[in-house]
């Protein structure tokens, strides 16, 4: 069982940059692939970047491409979330989770066991 904990949210300012962190406890955190999802009000939950339990393959959804870095490192059971050039659309409460999905499906919310308790990101324009 993993345990999982965000930190790392808050008020930035169009064009900004955060770093989410994602600290996990439980041993067996090395076989679980990790994804951010993030859920806006009156939204569905979706991922926005995933990253395997080794890191041999990540995913990002069409709308953070090229300004969202996810990391993970297994011996500190950390994964990071870098966010740059941040906008009023990426605003939402960011969850990350653990879980193990098909290495093509890292996206799939169901496959997704265990979940921290979010951290609220805000984009003021």
């Known amino acids: 069982q993993v345990q999982l904990v965000e930190s790392g949210g808050g008020l930035v300012q169009d064009g900004g940059s955060l770093r989410l962190s994602c600290t996990a406890s439980?041993?067996?955190?090395?076989?679980?692939?990790i994804a951010w999802f993030r859920q806006a009000p009156g939204k569905e939950r979706e991922c926005v970047a995933a990253?395997?339990?080794?890191?041999?393959?990540?995913y990002y959804a069409d709308s953070v491409k090229g300004r969202f870095a996810i990391s993970r490192d297994n011996a500190g059971k950390t994964a990071i979330l870098q966010m740059n050039s941040l906008k009023p659309d990426d605003a939402a409460v960011y969850y990350c989770?653990?879980?193990?999905?098909?290495?093509?499906?890292?996206?799939?919310?169901?496959?997704?066991?265990?979940w921290g308790q979010g951290t609220q990101v805000t984009v003021s324009s």
């Open positions: 989770a653990a879980g193990r999905p098909r290495a093509n499906l890292l996206d799939r919310l169901s496959s997704y066991l265990y």
């Open positions: 439980g041993v067996l955190f090395a076989v679980y692939s």
């Open positions: 990253i395997a339990s080794r890191s041999e393959s990540t």
